[in-house]
């Protein structure tokens, strides 16, 4: 059974940077599209990026030129640098993994970035 573990969140200012981190187990993670959503109160959870097995990304339009996904295969762990962020970018921010018919998701971790 795959897991992921979601860390790197806390609060932060508006204008700071964060770095999340999603590390993999129990998963070949080198196939895998690995992604990285959020859900904030009262609102449906949405894409914030994704990366290929191969390294290609796509971004929400919200957060390009602000975020950047990337991942370490060797060290099974997907990244989501996160700079010049702003409130609205405050939400529980969850790690996935895709690969054919598997679909595993991390529990979260809370992003708060004050005004």
């Known amino acids: 059974q795959g897991q992921l573990v979601e860390s790197g969140g806390g609060l932060v200012q508006a204008g700071g940077s964060l770095r999340l981190s999603c590390a993999a187990s129990?998963?070949?993670?080198?196939?895998?599209?690995m992604g990285w959503y959020r859900q904030s109160p009262g609102k449906q959870r949405e894409l914030v990026a994704v990366?290929?097995?191969?390294?290609?990304?796509n971004y929400a339009d919200s957060v390009k030129g602000r975020f950047t996904i990337s991942r370490d295969n060797a060290k099974n762990t997907v990244y989501l640098q996160m700079n010049s962020l702003e409130p609205e970018d405050t939400a529980v921010y969850y790690c996935?993994?895709?690969?054919?018919?598997?679909?595993?998701w991390g529990k979260g971790t809370l992003v708060t970035v004050s005004s």
């Open positions: 990366i290929g097995s191969r390294g290609s990304t």
């Open positions: 129990g998963i070949s993670f080198n196939i895998g599209v």
């Open positions: 996935n993994y895709k690969a054919y018919a598997m679909d595993y």
